[in-house]
């Protein structure tokens, strides 16, 4: 089917398109105008040969690709070299790739904080969706092999005149610890605030409800609801007008 994409971890059989990822790379550096960080058809081949790389394909045509590298001991997990072919883009696939980078990066280096640079708003857009928070540089990595990656930058003056505090980019991250911490947090935090809603209503919706002849009771509100929900999750599904599989 047209719209339908295989997205999964890449493997030996898909050795066959590093030539192709490595040129679409490149070509959207071009067009962007920045630099590119140096990768070689070897390095491709070993982040596939590792399992640390998705691929997107619709049917045997390639589509996307993203890959993960770790930094400072494992301490740091950036999901590097986005791509998306031009053809396929604004469907939703650049975030379908990212969340499978994600949960795998996740699943491989659950204690890392998983980090990126970018000067780019859909990936601002993805990274905050998955739970990145944008920091200063300090926060990110000092491994200096990660750095030296900005050298092939065209801003790279920038990153060298402040002293690696700032540049063009923005750095993001998704600390576990501090998601942790917030996701036990947050049901307290959230209680409280039911109560407080909920006493709320109790003080100014009594009165209308006494008003009102014919009030709808509270199941059928709570359906109407639920209903109009479900039709919102639905239309975004059908607007992106995708099946993502993999096998
Ligand atoms: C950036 C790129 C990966 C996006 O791929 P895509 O498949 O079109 O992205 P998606 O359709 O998944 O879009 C994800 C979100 O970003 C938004 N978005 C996509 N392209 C955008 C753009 N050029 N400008 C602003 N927002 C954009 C989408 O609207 C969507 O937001 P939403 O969830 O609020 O609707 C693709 O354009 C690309 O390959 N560009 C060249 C390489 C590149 O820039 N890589 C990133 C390096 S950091």
């Given at each position: 089917m047209k719209d339908e994409f295989y997205i999964d971890i890449a493997k030996e059989s898909h050795l066959k398109y590093v030539d192709e990822i490595l040129e679409t790379i490149a070509d959207a550096a071009r067009v962007r105008g920045t630099g590119i960080a140096k990768r070689?058809?070897?390095?491709?081949?070993?982040?596939?040969?590792?399992?640390?790389?998705?691929?997107?394909?619709?049917?045997?045509?390639?589509?996307?690709?993203?890959?993960?590298?770790?930094?400072?001991?494992d301490k740091f997990v950036a999901n590097s070299g986005l791509i998306v072919v031009e053809a396929f883009r604004?469907?939703?696939?650049?975030?379908?790739?990212?969340t499978k980078a994600?949960?795998?990066?996740?699943?491989?280096?659950?204690?890392s904080k998983l980090f990126g640079l970018t000067t780019g708003l859909a990936v601002m857009k993805i990274n905050s969706e998955l739970g990145y928070v944008p920091v200063t540089f300090s926060e990110l990595t000092d491994d200096e092999m990660f750095w030296k990656?900005?050298?092939?930058?065209?801003?790279?003056?920038?990153?060298?005149?402040t002293n690696r505090k700032h540049c063009l980019c923005t750095g993001m991250l998704y600390d576990p610890q501090r998601v942790k911490k917030k996701d036990e947090e947050e049901p307290k935090s959230l209680s409280v605030y039911k109560r407080w809603l909920r006493f709320k209503?109790?003080?100014?919706?009594?009165?209308?409800?006494k008003k009102n002849s014919n009030p709808k009771n509270e199941?059928?509100?709570?359906?109407?609801?639920d209903q109009k929900s479900e039709n919102g999750k639905s239309s975004y599904f059908k607007k992106l007008n995708l099946k993502f599989f993999s096998f």
């Open positions: 070689s058809p070897g390095y491709i081949i070993q982040k596939i040969n590792e399992g640390k790389a998705i691929i997107a394909l619709q049917g045997d045509t390639f589509a996307g690709f993203c890959y993960i590298e770790t930094w400072g001991h604004g469907k939703g696939l650049a975030k379908a790739i990212k994600f949960d795998l990066s996740r699943k491989r280096y659950p204690d990656g900005c050298q092939s930058c065209v801003n790279y003056d920038i990153l060298t005149r209503q109790s003080v100014f919706l009594n009165g209308d409800k199941t059928d509100s709570k359906k109407e609801a």
